[in-house]
Nanobody
Framework: QLQASGGGLVQAGGSLRLSCAAS????????MGWFRQAPGKEREFVAA????????YYADSVKGRFTISRDNAKNTMYLQMNVLKSEDTAVYYC?????????????????WGQGTLVTVSS
C-alpha cells in the first residue's frame, strides 16, 4: 500500500514537500510517479522516476519547479514543489507502475495512494 502525505495550504511562490510511503511490500524494483487532479479536471501526470532513481521525467507545467526523488532504503518517494502557483492546486496521488522504467501514462500504474490535497492561494 502507498500513503501520500505532506499536502496543505501554501501561498503562491511557496514550497511543499510531498511524501509517498510504502507499507506491506516494497516498490524498490518499480518505477513510481505523481499525478494530480484539480476540481472538475481529469487526473494528469506530474512526474515519474525509475526504479533506481537514476531517471526522472516531468510534465512541462512543473519542469524546473518540482523535483521527484526516492529513497528505496526507506521505501519512500518524494515530490519537492517550489515556486508554487495557484494552478498547482489539486489532489496529488502517488503511484507505483508496472514497469521498472519511467512511466507517464495512468494505465501504467497499478498501485495508488489515497491522495493529499495541495491548495495554493494567490
Amino acid at each position: 500500500q502507498l500513503q501520500a502525505s505532506g499536502g496543505g495550504l501554501v501561498q503562491a511562490g511557496g514550497s511543499l514537500r510531498l511524501s509517498c510511503a510504502a507499507s506491506g511490500r516494497t516498490f524498490s524494483s518499480q518505477g513510481m510517479g505523481w499525478f494530480r487532479q484539480a476540481p472538475g479536471k481529469e487526473r494528469e501526470f506530474v512526474a515519474a522516476i525509475s526504479w533506481s532513481g537514476g531517471s526522472t521525467y516531468y510534465a512541462d507545467s512543473v519542469k524546473g519547479r518540482f523535483t521527484i526523488s526516492r529513497d528505496n532504503a526507506k521505501n519512500t518517494m518524494y515530490l519537492q514543489m517550489n515556486v508554487l502557483k495557484s494552478e498547482d492546486t489539486a489532489v496529488y496521488y502517488c503511484g507505483a507502475s508496472k514497469y521498472r522504467v519511467i512511466a507517464t501514462m495512468y494505465s501504467s500504474y497499478d498501485y495508488w495512494g489515497q491522495g493529499t490535497l495541495v491548495t495554493v492561494s494567490s
